[in-house]
């Protein structure tokens, strides 16, 4: 593979990279991977001096493909314990437990917990025109006294696999002396999800560290070619599972999202990283404005993958609102994660 950086030049023509898969996760995670997993090389004087352009830092990034053996997100005390046997909310025991992600064997793709390549589909339209995972053009401003750096970035059509996601009991955390720093997790696992695919086509997004003008850390503003395509999503109820009954799965085969009467979908997101204020610790905040959506869902089997399914399912122009205040209603919507 061979990387270029370009100093001192904008809106140039970046060096080809040869690669066949490459993955959005790598757009935030690319400084961390380590130097044997790729190349960078500097432009020399000869060809700085044949291009033309402004000051400025251009990156093209390709990585041909990105296995996780498993993910574990642990919550370290768990669920209080409350109620009675019966009543909402009851079982918990305040012990730490984890979200999984791994392997479940289903297919040819699905052998890892997750596995992010190209979307090759339809003859590489969903590609950039450079095959790079994505382009990166770097600024520094000086922001009137207040600087910041502005990053765009382009990131190609991904096609993602996703293993069984459930929940397990959180193995200890690892000794200063311990000879790896992994925990996992221990003991029975329940799956809530059999996994899916997901398809993307191409996207971009700007990105503003130190100050943010523009409004918000993160801005969204494109239109994803192709739409988005989730494919095998199955949801698990293990209350059923018994001896010699599999648990219960209301299986999807496929589901597809657009823009209302449209192939493709717009992005339109703003996304904000909220610091300690008073008793509030902080908060990351989604705001979207995307418009109204159509969406297919095609095969839906209850019980089983393979029973008989009932049909498809097709929703047209689902908008949705929130309000900023008391019957106000604004298009959109607003996702606030924080933890607890």
Do not use: C
């Amino acid at each position: 593979m061979e990387y270029r950086v370009v100093d001192n030049q904008k809106n140039n023509t970046l060096g080809r990279v040869q690669m066949k898969k490459f993955t959005k996760l790598a757009l935030v995670s690319s400084l961390a991977i380590s130097a044997n997993a790729m190349a960078m090389q500097a432009m020399d004087d000869a060809s700085l001096g044949a291009t033309t352009g402004q000051d400025g830092i251009n990156i093209g990034i390709g990585i041909s493909k990105i296995e996780i053996e498993k993910l574990f997100i642990h919550d370290n005390d768990g669920l209080a314990a409350a109620g009675a046997a019966g009543e909402a909310g009851y079982g918990g025991t305040g012990e730490a437990g984890a979200i999984y992600i791994k392997g479940n064997g289903a297919g040819a793709t699905v052998t890892k917990g997750i596995v992010i390549g190209a979307n090759y589909d339809n003859g590489g339209a969903y590609l950039l025109p450079s095959r790079n995972l994505a382009d990166l053009q770097i600024d520094s401003d000086a922001g009137g006294g207040n600087p910041f750096i502005n990053i765009a970035a382009q990131v190609s059509g991904l096609d993602i696999n996703i293993g069984e996601i459930g929940v397990v009991a959180s193995g200890d955390v690892p000794a200063a002396n311990a000879a790896t720093i992994r925990r996992g997790g221990t003991g029975t696992e329940n799956a809530i999800l059999t996994g899916l695919s997901v398809k993307t086509g191409p996207m971009s997004a700007n990105i503003q560290l130190g100050a943010a003008p523009q409004g918000a850390m993160i801005k969204l503003n494109a239109t994803m070619v192709g739409g988005l395509t989730i494919t095998d999503l199955g949801i698990l109820d293990n209350s059923t599972k018994t001896a010699t009954r599999a648990a219960g799965v209301i299986h999807l085969d496929s589901i597809q999202v657009t823009d209302a009467n449209s192939r493709d979908l717009k992005l339109n997101q703003s996304i904000s990283v909220f610091g300690e204020e008073g008793t509030d610790k902080g908060y990351v905040r989604i705001v979207s404005n995307s418009g109204a959506h159509d969406n297919y869902i095609k095969g839906i089997h209850l019980g089983s993958k393979t029973a008989a399914s009932i049909g498809d399912m097709e929703v047209q122009g689902m908008q949705t609102y929130f309000s900023p205040a008391q019957g106000t209603y604004v298009p959109g919507a607003i996702i606030t994660i924080r933890g607890h």
